[in-house]
């Protein structure tokens, strides 16, 4: 990620929270895949990985959809 001029407080946040969201989720994928493997086996974790992936597509669709809303709002916005 670029780094931001630490007066853009607007950014600052965005990229912070950026950082937190994918920080947390590698924290989810690691340490729960690394517990699921440890108490169940391999393939308890590979259906753990399975569910986690399937378990994000609606969030990543609703991010999405909120990225493509924010777009449209900026280009109507400008003219």
């Given at each position: 990620?670029?780094d931001v001029?630490p007066?853009?407080?607007?950014?600052?946040?965005r990229?912070?929270t950026?950082?937190l969201i994918?920080?947390?989720?590698l924290?989810?994928v690691?340490v729960?895949?690394v517990?699921?493997y440890a108490?169940y086996?391999r393939?308890?974790?590979?259906?753990?990985l399975?569910?986690i992936?399937?378990?994000?597509v609606?969030?990543?669709?609703v991010?999405l959809v909120?990225?493509?809303?924010?777009?449209?709002?900026?280009?109507?916005?400008?003219g």
């Amino acid at each position: 990620m670029k780094d931001v001029s630490p007066r853009d407080l607007r950014a600052y946040a965005r990229t912070t929270t950026a950082r937190l969201i994918a920080g947390g989720l590698l924290v989810l994928v690691v340490v729960g895949g690394v517990l699921v493997y440890a108490i169940y086996g391999r393939s308890a974790f590979f259906s753990a990985l399975a569910c986690i992936g399937i378990g994000l597509v609606p969030v990543i669709f609703v991010i999405l959809v909120i990225a493509g809303l924010e777009t449209v709002r900026r280009r109507m916005d400008r003219g």
